[in-house]
Structures are given as C-alpha cells and as structure tokens.
C-alpha cells in the first residue's frame, strides 16, 4: 500500500491567517491526490482533486498543489468554518489510503 | 441533489454478521463506481472497498479482505457491505462514497455507526 503522511498532525491559526498542510506519499503518485474537509460528526466533503482541481461549490481561498510525492494544501484568509480536519487521499492504485488527517484549531 | 444515505449499522456481537446498505439518488446511479469508508470515532478515515459501476469488479482493504463483501444493486440504486466475522477492532462509522473525478470520492454518506461488543 502507498502511505500517506501529513504534517502537521494539528496546528492553531487565527481567522485571516494563511495555513498550509503538507503531504507526502511514499512512492510517486503523479496528480493523484486528494484533499478533504471534516467536521466534528459529519462526513467528509471533497475540497480539491487531482492534486489542484477545486471542487464545484468549494471556496476559492483553498488551492492545492504538488506533484509525485509532495503535495500542498493552502488555506488563504481563514475563515471560521475552516476551523476542520484536512485529510489527504491518494487515488493513484485501487486501494485509496489516506493521510492521518491536520486539525486546524482557533488560536 | 446528489444524495446517499447509509443504514443497517447496530449493536453486534464478534464474530456475527451485518449488512450495509447505502440508498443512492439524485444522479444515475449506475454511471459510479462506489466505496466504503470506516472512521472509527475521533480518529481517521479508512477505505474499505470499492465496486465499479456495474459491479464487476471490487477491491478490499488488507483488513477485510474475505471477511466483507461489496455488492450493488443498480435497479434499486442501492450499494451493500455484507460484513462477516466482524471483530472488536472492526467498531467505527461506515461511509458510503461516490467515486468523482480524479478517483476521488464526490459525496458521501451521513454515516451508519456499528459497535462490535459483546
């Protein structure tokens, strides 16, 4: 299985600062990178494929990037409801693994 | 409106047996491949398994392989999770998924809770 590694596993920001999470995959997994937002007891909502692709109705202050095995997630100007746990995905093999998640806090 | 939601989770004891489902409307359901995702509560998601679109193909994690079955309906637009010998460790919340672009998973179920528990 690729792994996937996140850092940092948590960090506190204010609202407007500028937050960036990172993810390593083990092996090169070209643009096959997903990243997710979750909130305390709901699922899951797909913030940005193929490494930078936003998804339809995702606000335009998250953008990703990277390619192979190191890959960005940044939040520009955070806003409350951003404070969520970001989760990495790949889906370069059938056999998604992901990463083991960034909680962002308010400082 | 694209939704998805999950039912049959519960109370069962190990090495008893459950079975998932996972209602799917508002887009043609046979046109997506599917997922089952876990988390077990306050700690990350995990994918279980994926079907392709009409089913004929299926992979599990490591961790379920020959325990779980993944199964779809498309005439009632329903996917399933028949899970066997279910163990302790087994105890999470169990998302369905809808496959998007990129391999990626579009939308997701509110989640269905199943407790492994003597």
């Known amino acids: 299985d690729i792994q996937m590694t996140q850092s940092p596993s948590s960090l506190s920001a204010s609202v407007g600062d500028t937050v960036t999470i990172t993810c390593r995959a083990s092996q090169s997994i070209s643009n096959y990178l997903n990243w997710y937002q979750q909130k305390p007891g709901k699922a899951p909502n797909l913030l940005i494929y193929?490494?930078?692709s936003l998804q339809s109705g995702v606000p335009s202050r998250f953008s990703g990037t990277g390619s192979g095995t190191d890959f960005t997630l940044t939040i520009s100007s955070l806003q409350p409801e951003d404070f969520a746990t970001y989760y990495c995905q790949q889906s370069y093999i059938t056999s998604w693994t992901f990463g083991q998640g960034t909680k962002v806090e308010i400082k | 409106e694209v939704q998805l939601v999950e039912s049959g989770g519960g109370l069962v004891q190990p090495g008893g047996s459950l079975k998932l489902s996972c209602a799917a409307s508002g887009f043609t359901f046979s046109n997506y491949w599917m997922h089952w995702v876990r988390q077990v509560p306050g700690k990350g998601l995990v994918w279980v398994s994926y079907i392709n679109s009409d089913g004929s193909s299926t992979t599990y994690a490591d961790s379920v392989r020959g325990r779980f079955t993944i199964s779809r309906d498309n005439a009632k637009n329903t996917l399933y999770l028949q899970m066997n010998s279910l163990r302790a460790e087994d105890t999470a919340v169990f998302y369905c998924g809808r496959g998007g672009s990129g391999y990626s998973f579009d939308y997701w179920g509110q989640g269905t809770l199943v407790t492994v528990s003597s």
């Open positions: 193929a490494a930078s």
